[in-house]
């Protein structure tokens, strides 16, 4: 069974620990090798204690745990771009559990905080155009808006696909 729940600062190892190990599995090719080679684990440690320790007013980070495990989570910051709205900016499931659903449930929950919060603002997220995820967001009714080059942490750019929803209800269903 996998409990969801609001991320607090007890998490952020485990957190940064499954960010880390995600962005090494799935970003090769994306980011910087020696960045991914590296200490990858203490620039997302250093992140997720910062957001996790002291949170925006505008962000909302739920991590999905199954038994003392973390599993996943989804990080999201309401009203972020006047344009685009609210940014989802990251969903990571382990690997072990992934094809469970849990990403969905991830993202429902995403909706759900932002239906609550930031109801008339529409959401979106960046996923590198190789990452296999797309599929999911696109699945879940996310609208393909372009392709953008983003700098990548660890330095470079990247080709990212903006996936935009017109309203945060409809991640919420």
Do not use: K
Not at 5 to 23: I, K, Q, T, Y
Not at 80 to 99: P, T, Y
Not at 164 to 172: G, I, N, S, T
């Amino acid at each position: 069974m996998v409990e969801y729940r609001p991320a607090n600062h007890g998490d952020s190892r485990s957190v940064a620990a499954l960010h880390a190990e995600n962005w090494r599995r799935t970003y090769r090719g994306n980011y910087r090798d020696e960045y991914l080679d590296g200490d990858v684990f203490s620039d997302r440690q250093s992140v997720w204690d910062s957001r996790l320790g002291h949170p925006a007013a505008n962000q909302h980070v739920c991590v999905a745990v199954q038994g003392a495990r973390l599993v996943g989570f989804v990080c999201m910051f309401g009203s972020h771009d006047r344009e685009w709205g609210s940014l989802i900016d990251n969903l990571h499931v382990h690997i072990d559990a992934q094809r469970l659903g849990i990403g969905s449930m991830l993202m429902r929950q995403a909706g759900i905080w932002l239906r609550a919060q930031f109801p008339n603002e529409r959401a979106h997220l960046f996923v590198w155009e190789l990452n296999p995820a797309r599929v999911l967001y696109e699945r879940l009714g996310g609208v393909n808006a372009g392709i953008v080059e983003r700098g990548n942490p660890g330095g470079g750019t990247g080709r990212y696909l903006r996936i935009v929803w017109d309203r945060p209800h409809q991640l919420a269903c």
